[in-house]
């Protein structure tokens, strides 16, 4: 069954580097997002991304934050100059514009630290 | 905004009991999803069920648009079954607003 990827599930870094999230979504499907999770809160929505453009962002993605599409198959995050507060769990999950069409299948997740 | 409440927050079950998450949002629904995250943080696709009732083994999944509310049954529940289950439904642009969860504990 396919499956959305991420890389790597886990990073380190430190306070002020550029981080890069990286994930393959479904092959078939053209909406992308990226959701985040502080520890122990809900899960909260970032981005979403269509053709090649935002199609919506939050409060939380702010000029830090961007999104990319670089090829066929990939679909980052990247942060600039992360913070503490950056610290979190960032999940991707893309989804189909066909029926069902709004189920949104998640990625594993990337745990991000920021020491 | 569009408010997603469940309940209960916690939950300790003996292994091999049953039990029932629920899951209510502040106006109609059109999209509703069930996700179990496991101990290691990974976030797994359950349910999509916008409406009517789903069984997927040992789990099944209710929603009732027209009352607001959704519930996911677990039955003859496992270890493995411990996590935290969130119910997340689709807004206005198509981004998913999670619920605060239910973390469930199943002791052996």
């Known amino acids: 069954e396919p499956e959305v990827t991420q890389t790597p599930s886990h990073q380190v870094t430190q306070m002020g580097q550029e981080v890069i999230l990286r994930c393959v979504p479904i092959?078939?499907?053209?909406?992308f997002y990226w959701y985040r999770q502080i520890l122990g809160q809900k899960v909260e929505f970032l981005v979403s991304?269509?053709?090649?453009?935002?199609?919506?962002k939050s409060e939380i993605f702010d000029d830090q934050f961007s999104v990319e599409r670089p090829d066929g198959s990939n679909f980052t995050l990247k942060i600039r100059s992360t913070k503490l507060e950056d610290s979190a769990m960032y999940f991707c999950?893309?989804?189909?514009?066909?029926?069902?069409?709004?189920?949104?299948?998640f990625g594993p997740g990337t745990r991000l630290t920021v020491t | 905004g569009i408010q997603v409440e469940q309940s209960p927050p916690d939950l300790i079950l003996q292994e091999g009991a049953n039990s029932t998450l629920r899951c209510n949002f502040s106006?109609?629904?059109?999209?509703l999803q069930w996700f179990h995250q496991n101990p290691w943080g990974q976030l797994i696709n359950l349910f999509y069920i916008p409406s009517g009732t789903k069984q997927n083994g040992r789990l099944s999944a209710t929603t009732v648009a027209t009352e607001r509310y959704s519930l996911l049954y677990i039955s003859s529940s496992q270890t493995t079954d411990s996590g935290v289950y969130f119910c997340a439904r689709r807004t206005a642009g198509n981004k998913l607003t999670f619920g605060g969860g239910t973390r469930v504990l199943v002791k052996p």
């Open positions: 092959s078939n499907h053209l909406y």
């Open positions: 999950a893309s989804r189909t514009p066909g029926r069902p069409a709004y189920e949104q299948y």
């Open positions: 991304f269509y053709n090649n453009e935002i199609s919506e």
């Open positions: 106006d109609s629904v059109n999209n």
